[in-house]
């Protein structure tokens, strides 16, 4: 199998950015780099394990999770089922935080997945500290790891809890220990779920149904955990690109600001929460 039969098999597949796929996967399992690429376009790679790559990308298996591993923001994390795959457009949510923390802050991330939110936060602000809160056992395990890989893990604490419920964690002093909350929950409706990309009917569901309106872990945190923050606290959610104007009005209804922060595509992408004094 040649770069150009790769690149054939992808794109006939519908995957657009086939060239540059099938160097990722030719850099995976048979170390070509890109700067020796052009001497081997030629060459016949036999690897089965290569083979066994370009066809499940082609049944449009997220080349992620081939790769196991992936970057995001400024940091490299490992991927695999029992995470969402992280994306370009949650780094908004990265840069909110990071640019609105107080210094040597303390911050839940709530649905924390690969932990790729809270380390990549971690990463780029030495003086911040976070409680990591995840329902799945193997995903929590992987966020560690990632905390582990990119030397944050004695600044990151996982918790394993359903934020769908009231959190069994104890301040330690009258004052709510959080200076800010972060979320990317799922927020997909039920009924779109299956409409979307082929690659993302491989992710988790759970990590991706948000229920009958997508907004159900919305009103969780906002009910059970509001309440932990600060008092000049706040709060930031990833959101669906339609979802803004559900998120105001839930957000007053709990006495919050909403500002709408919108992604480098366009669109609204994370909802910023602040206590409505």
């Known amino acids: 199998m040649r770069f150009e039969d790769i690149c054939k098999k992808l794109a006939d597949a519908g995957i657009e950015n086939c060239e540059t796929e099938a160097l990722l996967l030719l850099e995976k399992f048979c170390a070509v780099t890109p700067a020796s690429l052009p001497l081997r376009k030629k060459e016949d790679f036999t690897l089965p394990e290569l083979i066994n790559a370009v066809e499940r990308r082609a049944e449009r298996y997220p080349l992620q999770y081939i790769l196991g591993e992936w970057y995001f923001y400024s940091e490299k994390y490992i991927v695999n089922e029992s995470c969402l795959v992280p994306r370009p457009d949650t780094e908004i949510l990265v ?54 890989l990119n030397g944050v893990s004695e600044r990151f604490f996982p918790l394993r809890a359903d934020v769908l419920y009231p959190l069994q964690i104890s301040a330690g002093s009258a004052e709510p220990p959080f200076d800010a909350i972060l979320s990317n929950p799922p927020y997909i409706r039920s009924d779109v779920i299956n409409s979307l990309q082929k690659e993302t009917l ?17 009103r969780a945190i906002l009910t059970h955990h509001a309440q932990l923050l600060k008092e000049n606290g706040f709060i930031a959610f990833e959101i669906g690109y339609d979802q803004a104007a559900l998120l105001k009005e839930l957000a007053l209804s709990h006495s919050f600001t909403c500002e709408i922060i919108k992604d480098l595509g366009g669109n609204d992408r994370v909802a910023l929460l602040r206590k409505n004094i």
């Open 95 to 148: 840069e909110t935080a990071v640019n609105n923390l107080p210094q040597n802050a303390v911050f839940a991330d709530l649905c924390t997945g690969s932990g790729c939110i809270a380390i990549s936060v971690l990463a780029n602000r030495a003086d911040c500290r976070t409680l990591a809160v995840e329902l799945y056992e193997d995903t929590l395990a992987l966020a560690e790891k990632n905390a582990e």
């Open 202 to 218: 491989f992710e988790p569901r759970m990590a991706l149904d948000g229920g009958e309106d997508g907004l159900i872990f919305y």
